[in-house]
């Protein structure tokens, strides 16, 4: 059986009396130092010479236990030298001072030791509140991180207080929170649009089937028909499948990186394009990056359809490649109805299209395409409405690093 740690708010504790009790010793040891080396009071012998005068000079202090009986004897007696009376007083003097000193010493240690003890014991408990309060909001973002799910990433832990560590670190989950709530909600609005997008054909190709199967005796033009109609809701379905493993395969990140001429690559794109009554102008300069080939074609070739698809009878399609402050450029306009400016920003959306969703005219998928290749070579595109009508769509990507 493993043995359970203990939790970050023991340790803390223990780190924080154990830095206490650390400094308490030190602060002890210094203590008890200091005053032992203060000097006793007396530290000589006075001694009595032939006509009275006295001699202070400092001669080694005699051992207590040898020489205290001779002193005994010597201050009973009336008959004793003066010269060694002198001496015994002041040894005793001396002893005295030393006796003193080891008692303050002693006591000076009990005393400090016995403090440092009691305020150990307070610094422990005062130590156990303080990790108790910092680790508050460590256990509000547990708490928050355990109630998250893909149903529910609502709640926030919104922690208030000084900017430190921790309130950056709460900021950075919520952050992270609505970074996730935005990603499944957008998950969600994407497989639901996807099901409906898949379903159409289907619906289609089921409704075909069933007026013919409905008929006693269907003729062979009516089965033919009905073929031709399925097959063509077929194409639509795997068109849309395709469209959808794109952008899948987008967000496993950039597998192959070479570099690519976007002029080169536009006018590839113009040369099969199918553009009905309308006009391409192309002015095509070398712009080189470094990227996935196929997929830098695929997203030219979304704009050039979209421009294509999006306009009127007999508009205009222009397409240009360049170089702008050292970045690779390119720009496809097109001619066509006039678009909204608040209807921009969604136009980058997968499945949005500004006319109605039901209608066969594409996936509204293509731009949404454009936007997840741009991002996984490190590139930008925006969209502005053209005055005349239109769409104006830049797409600025990195040099090439070769």
């Not at 009396?17 to 032992?36: E, K, M, P």
């Not at 080939?293 to 360049?322: F, Q």
Request: glycine share 6%; aromatic share 4%; proline share 6%.
């Amino acid at each position: 059986m493993t043995k359970p740690k203990p939790t970050v708010r023991v340790r803390l504790t223990l780190l924080y009396t154990s830095l206490f009790a650390a400094a308490g010793v030190i602060l002890v040891v210094i203590t008890y130092l200091l005053v032992a080396a203060i000097p006793t009071a007396v530290t000589s012998w006075s001694v009595r010479l032939p006509g009275g005068q006295v001699d202070t000079s400092t001669f080694l202090v005699p051992d207590r236990e040898e020489f205290e009986p001779i002193c005994v004897e010597a201050l009973r007696s009336k008959d004793t030298d003066p010269n060694l009376r002198d001496k015994c007083v002041t040894a005793y003097q001396v002893w005295g001072a030393q006796t003193q000193r080891a008692e303050t010493l002693s006591q000076l240690l009990r005393v400090s030791l016995t403090t440092l003890a009691a305020v150990i014991g307070l610094a422990a408990s005062a130590g156990w509140l303080v990790a108790g309060r910092v680790l508050r909001p460590v256990h509000t973002i547990a708490a928050a991180a355990r109630a998250a799910s893909q149903r529910n990433l609502s709640a926030r832990i919104a922690l208030q207080g000084p900017r430190d560590e921790l309130r950056e670190l709460a900021d950075t989950f919520d952050e992270m929170l609505d970074r996730m709530q935005a990603t499944f909600v957008g998950q969600e609005r994407f497989i639901a649009n996807a099901s409906h997008e898949l379903r159409t054909p289907l619906m289609a190709m089921r409704a075909t089937v069933d007026v013919v199967l409905a008929k006693p005796a269907p003729t062979n033009a009516e089965l033919s028909e009905m073929a031709q109609d399925v097959r063509i809701e077929v194409d639509h379905a795997d068109g849309l499948v395709e469209a959808l493993l794109t952008l899948a395969r987008n967000d496993r990140g950039l597998t192959v990186s070479e570099d690519v001429d976007l002029a080169t690559t536009a006018e590839d794109v113009l040369d099969s394009a199918k553009l009905s009554d309308r006009r391409a102008h192309a002015s095509l300069e070398p712009a080189t990056t470094s990227g996935d080939p196929v997929l830098l074609e695929r997203l030219i070739a979304n704009l050039v359809d979209n421009a294509v698809r999006y306009n009127v009878t007999g508009g205009d399609v222009w397409v240009s490649t360049s170089t702008v402050h050292g970045r690779p450029t390119v720009v496809v306009a097109n001619t066509g109805p006039l678009i909204p400016p608040e209807a921009i920003d969604s136009l980058f959306a997968p499945f949005h299209r500004l006319n109605d969703r039901t209608s066969g005219d594409g996936f509204g998928l293509g731009l949404a395409i454009v936007a997840s290749i741009a991002t996984m070579h490190h590139g930008t595109v925006t969209a502005a409405p053209r005055p005349g009508g239109g769409l104006h769509i830049t797409l600025t990507l990195p040099p090439s690093v070769g």
